[in-house]
């Protein structure tokens, strides 16, 4: 834990609102949408912002200096009914957009089965470090 964005003597609720994610996915946010979005989670100091791939160059830029992660989503959000290769194309556009993180919806029964061959590329999870290392 960063001792800037954590202090030993934060009550409960400033910790909650650290832990917490302020999302838009919406599908027609504007970029007064986002600046708005990232505008509050600047002042609030939550975790992250997460949005589609197409305002993550504009959320990096507003959160430039803070605390505040961008996430994106990527592997055919939310349905997540393509094909293995098609999702995988798809979340590949979204980590070349340099977030800090890619959400990915899974299909819990093939992990719970451990159906190796979906459930690895589903899980696979993805950060801007990681990203150049990305099959």
């Known amino acids: ?3 800037a964005r954590y202090h030993p003597r934060m009550d409960d609720s400033e910790i909650a609102i650290r832990c917490l994610d302020l999302t838009s996915l919406r599908g027609n946010e504007i970029d007064a949408d986002i600046e708005s979005l990232c505008t509050r989670a600047a002042e609030h100091r939550v975790a992250a912002v997460v949005m589609y791939r197409d305002h993550v160059a504009a959320a990096r830029a507003r959160l ?3 605390h505040v992660q ?4 990527g592997g055919d959000f939310p349905s997540a009914g393509a094909s293995l290769d098609e999702r995988l194309f798809d979340l590949r556009r979204s980590v070349a957009t340099h977030p800090d993180e890619v959400d990915v919806v899974i299909n819990r029964r093939l992990v719970l089965e451990d159906q190796s061959s979906t459930g690895c590329a589903t899980r696979w999870r993805c950060s801007a470090r990681s990203a150049a290392r990305a099959p």
Do not use: K, L, Q, R
């Open 70 to 73: 961008v996430a994106t989503v």
């Open 64 to 66: 430039a200096g803070t």
């Open 1 to 3: 834990m960063s001792p």
